[in-house]
């Protein structure tokens, strides 16, 4: 009996261990509501390709909106592709949003994998910007220097 009373602590003790190890934080879901006034988009049809290992600007994929007066406001931004990644195992192509100089949470997004070819996307919402003009623009890369392309794309940034 004391042996399976031991064994029970142990395993209780883990989940524990486990459950308190969850939840952090900046690992919640957030939930926000807004309202959109404006939008501006951009879209193109036109093969692009990177090998670079560092952040670069996407071809066509910027807009620079303008934040009305008043409060401070979140913007949310939407990228779609048909992309692919062909060329190094084990290689992933990410992208990311750029508002100014400063990378919008989540920060790198593994966008595509080695190998694989198709429809992608994501959505960002920033932190609430002040009153004023902003470029927000698409970056990408790879890890390993494949050939990550997209093809149809767009960019639309909804605003107030």
């Known amino acids: ?83 692919s990644l062909f060329g190094e195992a084990f290689d992933t192509g990410f992208v990311r949003l750029r508002i100014g100089n400063s990378t919008v949470p989540p920060g790198d997004i593994p966008f595509i994998g080695q190998g694989q070819r198709g429809a992608q996307s994501f959505a960002w919402e920033s932190a609430p910007l002040t009153p004023g003009n902003y470029t927000i623009r698409v970056q990408w890369r790879t890890d390993l220097g494949s050939s990550f392309c997209v093809d149809a794309r767009s960019l639309t940034v909804l605003h107030k």
């Open 1 to 83: 009996m004391q042996r399976y009373q031991r064994r029970s602590v142990a395993v209780a003790g883990l989940a524990l261990a486990l459950v308190a190890g969850q939840g952090h934080p900046a690992d919640a879901a957030n939930s926000r509501t807004g309202s959109i006034t404006k939008f501006s988009g951009v879209d193109e049809i036109v093969e692009a390709c990177t090998t670079t290992t560092i952040y670069a600007n996407m071809p066509a994929m910027s807009r620079t909106v303008t934040v009305g007066a008043g409060a401070a406001s979140s913007v949310v931004v939407t990228f779609s592709a048909a992309a």
